[in-house]
Nanobody
Framework: QVQLVESGGGLVQAGGSLRLSCVAS????????LRWYRQAPGTQRELVAT???????NYADPVKGRFTISRDNAKNTVYLQMNSLKPEDTAVYYC???????????WGRGTQVTVSS
């Protein structure tokens, strides 16, 4: 059974930082690409960052230069370091993995990030 559990969200002032964590179970973690998405009220869920099994990373334009995705295969954990936070970063942040064997996306329950101005 695939499980993704996010943590690390909270309330922060603009310009501040947060580090999100996502612990995965039920998958061969080191072989999977992992993603962070976010969803603000009234908007569609959007891709924020991706890290491949080999450690290559990609970022959405709004977060480039401010967010860093990383992984620790020994801990089955993917991180999202968020710096220089802006009010428009306010959203629920979700961890995601897609499995070819099931052709399904798997999601955590999300962690709320609120940035005050």
């Amino acid at each position: 059974q695939v499980q993704l559990v996010e943590s690390g969200g909270g309330l922060v002032q603009a310009g501040g930082s947060l580090r999100l964590s996502c612990v995965a179970s039920g998958i061969i973690f080191s072989t999977k690409a992992l993603r962070w998405y976010r969803q603000a009220p009234g908007t569609q869920r959007e891709l924020v960052a991706t890290i491949s099994s080999g450690g290559s990373t990609n970022y959405a334009d709004p977060v480039k230069g401010r967010f860093t995705i990383s992984r620790d295969n020994a801990k089955n954990t993917v991180y999202l370091q968020m710096n220089s936070l802006k009010p428009e970063d306010t959203a629920v942040y979700y961890c995601n993995v897609f499995l070819l064997v099931t052709q399904r996306n798997y999601w955590g329950r999300g962690t709320q990030v609120t940035v005050s101005s």
